[in-house]
């Protein structure tokens, strides 16, 4: 199973990334564009045919290790 | 705001029922919700130093170089030409537990404002760090995350980070320091202060937006950490190097031009702290008015916006009439910026918010009046058992082959390479001694001079004895500037300890204190700036006394900077110093015996003295080729350390230790102080010898550089036996590589 | 020489560049500011060091739409000599006005510390006080310096001579211990086809005075100058 | 309108970052973890009611600033 998942930074965290690529977009030219957030993606093949176990495995990777809960949250889907 | 001042809210604000009193005797009423913020961050331990400041008043701070003393943003300190220096330490201990990336870069971009917002360009940065041991990987996790977090915000500032301090003891695993030191250039009549002088003059905010970040940092460094720390995370700050840039280089240009009155950082305490301060300095009072300050969120009230602790702000008081230019100045770099207020002639810092005010309190009962304690201490019990230690009992070294591939091994002593190497420590092109020697040197451009500067602390030593601890590392402080050529002109502290409340933790602080304090006199040295963190426990259990120090010295002419590595076959290798028994509070004891124990090494402020005074003669006559002091792990480590950590050829020695009555283990890995390795050509023998006895320093003649080997005899003449022998291919390899072998398991 | 540094926000090499041509070799230098549409008639341009707009996003990513690029562009085009260093390279990429992009260096740390650079090419306008094989120690410090193109590019840049500097030993062996961040071929500094833009991840300026104990990095300087024909 | 934008690294680019983490994922325990590739995920509001025009800006942002197309792919969706 092939899990996609997105990590990105908790609400009222500052993500300056987001607001300086904000204000390139706009000195570009897109000025309609706004609220811009970066935030992280990952793909990750888990050898696992048994959809809970691998829900189960995904999360703790994503605990542990491939977010920091501390500032961001993640989400994800098994495919 | 209607509502009602509990019990619970004021011990939420860390407010003791008396403090409360003297609160509404301060203002004649109850506080709102808003002034009880603000009055509890800026009487917290972190701001107000209430349990330090009766003892800080001890400090030597006055000098014939000293332009600025504590009190300010930062110390200041005359080195000729017109120039000055600006420097400071801060702690950022709490918030790199709790996310060690941020929380150590916010860490720099707090101490990097301290020293901007003076008028000085930052040229150098320090950090100072301990953690817990290797071995878990909740440790590791930390130090990568501090390190990366350090390197990110400071290489992106474009400041070099030329040298520091790592420690590695158990007793910091849920406690690390990150101490961060940075020094600034600035000219000695362009220095600014944090004042708001000048009735009716504006006051601009400039830098990042306010969002809800940090709120209650200030309050949450006072308190030690238990099992409900987690819910406090969401006051983590995110830094933004790249603003910060802009911020400096903004600054640098209002600063230029005839604009400013006074400026001030937004650090702990963000709005509060810096309006109240700069009010108070000048005996002012602020009308800030909350509806212009730039934010990131909707629905901020007035107690976040006042306690927000976003980083990468300032606030300035201009010169009336000056706004529009200042205004114009901070939007070419892209910065927020808003009028938020002015000065007043009534000493009241007055907040308003659309139209109304929110919060009416003396600035000086703020920033100045807050607690002072007295705090009761004493001795712990258990420190007769720390220092009684029978070394009978402890076997001599057999192997001192292995115990020095150990010693050389273990984290403290081990290589900071893979720590440095992720720091641009080369950039302003001014680093004329990297990381890896006694002491960083930054050149200083336009004249011929070079600062040097170094941060240490032994904090096992500081356990063992708080009192001789501090005076150690007052002592090798100077002595690593003495190795690279300099004379120490002042000095920044960070004094980082447990809960102040207990007396046991008090006395090591006091006695800390005193131990600086006597130390310092003698060296003459003043202590500019400094800054203390308290509440350094989890659970009960708190960290070892860590007084670190920050010291700063003046080479007056670049050719006279020295190094700690050998630098020709053939040269002698001569000892400056005697080497006593001193085993007490070891790395050897530690990493051989376990053993935290035992009295510190035996320090004498005059020999230490004289030595460092010898050394610096010896460079200065040109002399010598290398100087290194011996500190952790002794003679053989630092013996080692010369042949391996130059950055050209590693070099081998041969050397012929006589040991008298004392035990060999001492001899190679005992800590005695006032001790400096130097290597001369032979040709200049005789005149350092002569040097050396003319001021009294015992001095011996003891190997020679050259060789592939570090081969030391312990015995006379005749014996034979090479008590060490190890290639320095095989030392250079251990003690190179160890820091990146144990992080590199996951 | 008229020299300009270009100054983008963010950059903290600019200093460094104008230390080294007005002090270290006597020239005169222009900071031109991102936001500016002209370059003032300068006879040189140097992209510095940095990290510009933060590296956000990508490195140089932000920076190549700042206004100054078109006349950087034009500059180029007409033949005058660029130099981009480190993350000066990196936004010379994003333009296009050299090939490849740069990734995450292969250690992921930012690394700072002396390489050796191998000079695989002498006759261009930046090496051209340099024999051909030397090694010149110089620093880098960076933390995407891994150099990646495709294969048809390099293949022809390659056969250019394009590869100006290679990661190398001390003695000049091209092996890949001796390459820092996992950069293709050891790349290290690359030119246009026609000679004249230059892009190279280590910082020759923090390297040419003898008071840094190093001045391997000069004769980068010194070439542009003896192909300006300029005397010093 | 928002925009919700994946930029990966091309098929065939070394992901020296996705390697990282499939190393520290194996030292972790998640000895079935595989393949991991990393990549940034992006959000943007884009002011626009008509579809085909937020879609056309879209990619001009992506195809001008927020990929590299020499390395990295893009697609996107728009809610
Ligand atoms: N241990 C100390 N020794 C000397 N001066 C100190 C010490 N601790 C704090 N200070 C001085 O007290 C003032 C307030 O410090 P601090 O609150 O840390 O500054 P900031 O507001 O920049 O965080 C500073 O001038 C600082 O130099
Ligand atoms: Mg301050």
């Known amino acids: 199973m092939k899990a996609k998942i997105h990590v990105t930074l908790k609400q009222g965290i500052l993500d300056p990334q987001g607001k300086a690529i904000e204000h390139a977009l706009d000195s570009l030219g897109f000025k309609n564009a706004a609220n811009v957030r970066v935030g992280k993606y990952m793909e990750v093949d888990v050898q696992e045919t048994d959809k809970a176990k691998a829900d189960a495995q995904v999360k703790q990777m994503c605990e542990k290790l491939l977010a920091n809960t501390i500032i961001e949250e993640y989400r994800y889907e098994l495919v | 705001m209607s509502l009602v001042i509990t019990k619970e809210l004021i011990a939420q604000h860390n407010l003791t029922d008396d403090e409360f009193k003297k609160i509404v005797e301060i203002l004649g009423r109850e506080p709102n919700l808003t002034e009880l913020g603000m009055f509890s961050v800026m009487w917290s331990e972190h701001c107000s130093y209430k349990s330090s400041r009766v003892h800080l008043k001890k400090l030597p701070t006055t000098g014939p170089r000293v332009i600025q003393g504590p009190g300010e943003n930062a110390g200041v300190v005359d080195i000729g030409d017109g120039l000055c220096v600006v420097f400071k330490m801060e702690s950022h201990n709490h918030p790199s537990f709790i996310e060690p990336y941020q929380g150590a870069a916010t860490g720099v971009g707090g101490i990097l404002r301290d020293v901007f917002t003076m008028g000085a360009r930052p040229i150098a940065l320090l950090d100072s760090l301990r953690f817990g041991g290797l071995d878990t990987a909740k440790n590791r996790h930390i130090v990568k995350g501090v390190v990366a977090g350090i390197a990110g915000y400071g290489n992106c500032m474009g400041v070099p980070t030329v040298g520091g301090e790592v420690v590695f003891n158990d007793i910091y695993s849920l406690n690390p320091l990150v101490n961060a030191f940075c020094l600034g250039v600035a000219q000695k009549d362009k220095i600014f202060l944090g004042t708001a002088a000048g009735v009716g003059n504006p006051v601009i905010y400039f830098g990042s937006k306010t969002g809800r970040d940090g709120i209650h940092g200030a309050t949450m460094a006072s308190d030690s950490f238990d099992d409900q720390s987690e819910k406090k995370r969401p006051t983590v700050q995110v830094g933004d190097p790249f603003q910060e840039k802009l911020l400096l280089e903004a600054c640098l240009e209002l600063m230029a031009g005839d604009l400013l009155v006074g400026i001030q950082d937004m650090g702990a305490a963000g709005l509060t702290s810096s309006s109240c301060e700069m009010a108070s300095r000048a005996g002012n009072g602020i009308d800030l008015d909350l509806t212009h300050v730039p934010r990131r969120e909707p629905g901020m009230t007035p107690y976040e916006l006042m306690l927000s602790e976003s980083q990468e702000r300032m606030l300035m008081v201009a010169k009336a009439g000056k706004e529009e230019e200042c205004i114009r100045i901070c939007k070419k770099w892209d910065l927020d910026v808003a009028v938020v207020g002015k000065v007043t002639g009534d000493g009241i810092l007055r907040v308003f918010d659309q139209g109304k005010i929110v919060a009416e309190i003396p600035a000086k009962s703020l920033a100045d009046d807050g607690p002072r304690y007295e705090r009761p201490y004493s001795p712990p019990g258990y420190q007769d058992m720390l220092t009684n230690l029978n070394y009978d009992a402890l076997p001599d070294v057999k192997d001192a082959n292995a115990a020095l591939l150990a010693l050389l091994e273990s984290p403290t002593i081990a290589s900071k390479r893979w720590v440095y190497e992720q720091y641009d420590h080369m950039v302003r092109t001014n680093t004329m001694v990297r990381p890896g020697s006694d002491a960083a040197v930054v050149r200083i451009k336009g004249t011929n001079k070079a600062v040097a500067m170094t941060v240490d602390c032994n904090s096992r030593y500081c356990l063992l004895n708080p009192y001789e601890g501090a005076r150690l590392a007052v002592a090798e402080a100077a002595r690593n500037l003495a190795c690279s050529g300099a004379e120490p002109i002042g000095l920044t502290d960070c004094l980082n300890f447990g809960n102040p409340e207990r007396p046991d933790i008090m006395w090591q602080f006091v006695m800390a204190i005193e131990g600086m304090k006597d130390a310092c006199e003698h060296f003459k040295i003043p202590i500019v700036s400094g800054n203390v963190s308290f509440y350094n426990e989890t659970n009960g259990l708190s960290i070892y006394p860590t007084p670190m120090l920050g010291m700063v010295g003046l080479i007056e002419s670049v050719d006279k900077t020295m190094t700690q590595w050998f630098r020709e076959d053939g040269d002698d290798i001569i000892l400056l110093g005697a080497t006593r028994e001193d085993l007490g509070g070891s790395e050897y004891l530690k990493v051989q015996h376990s053993r935290e124990q035992g009295s510190p090494p035996y320090l004498n402020l005059e020999t230490e003295q004289t030595v460092q005074s010898c050394v610096l003669q010896l460079i200065h006559s040109g002399l010598i080729q290398s100087a290194h002091d011996c500190s952790d792990g002794g003679l053989a480590v630092a013996l080692a350390e010369c042949c391996m950590s130059g950055p050209g050829q590693m070099r081998g020695a041969v050397v012929r230790l006589t040991p008298g009555r004392q035990r060999i283990d001492s001899i190679l890995f005992g800590e005695s102080q006032s001790r400096i390795i130097v290597s001369a050509k032979p040709a200049q023998r005789q005149a350092v010898l002569d040097q050396a006895q003319q001021m009294d320093v015992p001095v011996t003649v003891v190997g020679a550089v050259g060789g592939a080997s570090l081969v030391i005899y312990v015995g006379d003449e005749r014996s034979t036996t090479k008590t060490v022998d190890l290639p320095v291919a095989t030392i250079a390899d251990r003690w190179g590589l160890s820091l990146e072998r144990r992080l590199s398991q996951e | ?232």
């Open chain 3, 1 to 232: 020489m008229n020299v300009g540094v270009i100054v983008f926000p963010g950059s903290n090499c600019d200093h460094d560049c104008r230390h080294v041509f007005q002090t270290v070799l006597g020239q005169s230098v222009q900071m031109i500011w991102h936001k500016e549409t002209s370059l003032k008639g300068v006879d040189a341009v140097v992209l510095p060091g940095g990290f510009s707009y933060g590296d956000y996003l990508r490195t140089g990513a932000i920076a190549r739409f700042s206004p100054v690029m078109g006349a950087v562009k034009a500059f180029a085009k007409d033949g005058g000599a660029v130099i981009g260093i480190c993350n000066g390279f990196q936004i010379l990429l994003e333009a296009g006005l050299l090939p490849g992009a740069m990734l995450r260096n292969k250690s992921l740390h930012f690394i700072c510390k002396d390489v050796h650079v191998k000079v695989e090419n002498a006759a261009t306008a930046f090496t051209e006080a340099c024999e051909s094989g030397q090694v010149l120690k110089i620093p880098v410090a960076h933390a995407d310096g891994n150099y990646y193109t495709d294969p048809v590019t390099l293949a022809a840049m390659q056969a250019n001579a394009q590869i100006v500097l290679r990661y190398c030993t001390p003695e000049g062996k091209v092996t890949p211990e001796a390459n820092p961040n996992g950069s293709l071929d050891n790349i290290a500094g690359i030119i246009n086809p026609e000679g004249n833009v230059l892009g190279m991840m280590p910082h020759p300026e923090r390297c040419a005075e003898d008071v840094l104990g190093n001045k391997d990095g000069k004769l980068i300087f010194l070439s542009l100058l003896k192909a300006m024909k300029v005397k010093v």
